[in-house]
């Protein structure tokens, strides 16, 4: 059952930005560490970052480092992932994920139990 909604995804140029957010109706996400991840065609879902829920610990794979960032504002409900200076190779399905804040960040699919249905970013001229 999919408790999370992502939105922001889009098209863009390569070198510009977007500003992907998750967000719940059913679920108090200061209650969760928040991870992102990507799936491009025809290759596995892998993990872009992570934010505990105090926000005290972020983390990211070393091919978005220095260009995407992790944030998240507990009341707003909502996370965000800031994603600048944007390649071709960013192409992807994101999806926003939680698991109980007491774990901590994680990088693995079967670590986190809430997902959102994802959303399309195309970086493309």
């Known amino acids: 059952q999919l408790r999370l909604v992502e939105s922001g995804g889009g098209l863009v140029q390569p070198g510009g930005s977007l500003r992907l957010s998750c967000t719940s109706s059913r679920l108090t996400l200061e209650y969760y560490a928040i991870g992102w991840f990507r799936q491009a065609p025809g290759k596995e879902r892998e993990g872009v970052s992570c934010?505990?829920?105090?926000?005290?610990?972020?983390d990211y794979t070393d091919s978005v480092k220095g260009r995407f960032t992790i944030s998240r504002d507990n009341a707003k409900n909502t996370g965000y992932l800031q994603m600048d200076s944007l390649k071709p190779e960013d192409t992807a399905i994101y999806y926003c994920?939680?698991?109980?804040?007491?774990?901590?960040?994680?990088?693995?699919?079967?670590?986190?139990?809430?997902w959102g249905q994802g959303t399309q970013v195309t970086v493309s001229s």
């Open positions: 934010i505990t829920s105090s926000s005290s610990v972020t």
């Open positions: 994920a939680a698991r109980p804040r007491h774990l901590g960040c994680a990088w693995f699919e079967y670590e986190y139990d809430q």
